[in-house]
């Protein structure tokens, strides 16, 4: 049993009208979905998405010949080429699609068998005014999800606090509430320095206020010193680490005591298979695992799967801010997009792998060159 060959093709989604993500200045027009699919020497094939993987292409004869169910292999290689090149980590996805169907089991069963659902929360993206924000969370709390997520960045802090504000009214003891203060990401053309701790430490004194579950990215990724501090002197959970990339920086987190929850996503850092292992690391620090799923619906499914299936959680993150997104526009790859039931869970079901069936007409007509 072999790799046999390893395909990668970039896909664009115009948005009309444009998604007005909150950490974003600039509207977005169009979203971008890079998919990778291996195949093994019996026609079987694993899919996988996450960045564009740039300069991947020149390392792919490291995998063709090889055992597709190498999988501890294949990652340390995927952790070198991060280092030579973008991203790589959904080419790891693509191969426990790949050994899924292989052995006839399901990712979360791979991943230790847990359990085959997950609660989701559901994450805002948009700035809304605070009376609009409190009917989006009336809705959330309709359609059965337990928690929300709402975003800080708007001009003034006074006015995030408004919005905070209308959604605990309307909500509040109902609807489990995070913030995202957005500290740790950062625009190509960001110049402005992230919160210092004491700035921190003042929002996450009226945050307390509310009953926020917890407070996200509220400084720098790189502030251990901060985070820690913050940890200690706060009510709230504190979490972060969707943008920490490399394993060492995640052991110093944990070695330092810097959060409460931890965020990181298959498809930008790790991959599954070094992600499963931290999930363990995280839980027996006594902290909480829930990894960021802002991308399609290939990337949230290896999420879901890999952390119902390992250690479990209280919920996931779902991206769901409609009209503005939508599972149709978030996983316009797929045939079907992701949803969870009336109770906020997604069922993942036994189907071997990640149970992915891509929607090849529409990936077709979105196709663009590398």
Same mark, same amino acid.
């Given at each position: ?214 407070? =996200?990215?509220?400084?720098? *990724?790189? /502030?251990?010193?901060?985070? !820690?501090?913050? #940890?200690? @002197?706060? %009510? ?87 009209? =503005?997104?939508?599972?149709? *526009?978030? /996983?316009?790859?797929?045939? !079907?997009?992701? #949803?969870? @039931?009336? %109770? ?27």
């Amino acid at each position: 049993m072999s790799i046999r060959d390893i395909r990668i093709s970039h896909h664009v989604l115009p948005l009309d009208p444009p998604f007005p993500a909150a950490w974003d200045t600039r509207p977005r027009r169009q979203f971008g979905a890079t998919v990778v699919r291996v195949e093994d020497d019996q026609g079987r094939v694993g899919i996988g998405s996450g960045d564009p993987m740039h300069g991947l292409p020149a390392y792919l004869d490291l995998f063709i010949g090889q055992d597709p169910c190498a999988l501890e292999r294949h990652a340390e290689v995927l952790s070198n080429i991060g280092f030579h090149a973008g991203r790589p980590w959904a080419l790891d996805v693509a191969l426990w699609d790949l050994v899924g169907q292989i052995k006839g089991r399901s990712a979360w069963r791979m991943a230790g068998g847990r359990g085959g659902s997950i609660a989701c929360y559901a994450s805002s993206g948009v700035h809304r005014p605070p009376e609009a924000m409190a009917a989006q969370a009336r809705r959330m709390l309709a359609e059965g999800f337990p928690a929300m997520k709402i975003r800080f960045g708007r001009s003034t802090l006074e006015a995030d606090f408004a919005v905070l504000e209308a959604v605990h009214r309307a909500v509040g003891g109902e609807l489990k509430l995070m913030v995202d203060c957005n500290q740790g990401w950062r625009m190509p053309w960001d110049t402005q320095p992230p919160w210092t701790y004491a700035q921190a430490l003042e929002v996450a004194r009226e945050l307390e206020r509310y009953g926020v579950y917890w407070m =996200e990215e509220p400084l720098h *990724r790189g /502030d251990y010193a901060g985070m !820690t501090r913050l #940890r200690r @002197d706060t %009510q709230l959970f504190i979490a972060g680490g969707e943008m920490t990339r490399e394993w060492h920086e995640f052991q110093t987190l944990l070695e330092r005591e810097c959060l409460d929850v931890y965020q990181p996503d298959a498809v930008c850092s790790l991959g599954m298979t070094h992600l499963r292992a931290l999930a363990e690391q995280v839980t027996a620090a006594g902290c909480v695992f829930t990894p960021h799923t802002w991308g399609n619906g290939i990337g949230l499914l290896a999420n879901a799967h890999l952390t119902a299936g390992s250690v479990g959680t209280a919920f996931i993150e779902l991206p769901y801010d409609p009209p =503005e997104w939508t599972p149709e *526009r978030r /996983d316009f790859p797929l045939l !079907t997009p992701v #949803r969870p @039931d009336d %109770q906020g869970v997604l069922e993942l079901g036994d189907a071997p792998g990640l149970g992915i069936t891509l929607d090849e007409d529409w990936l077709a007509q979105t196709r663009v060159a590398s």
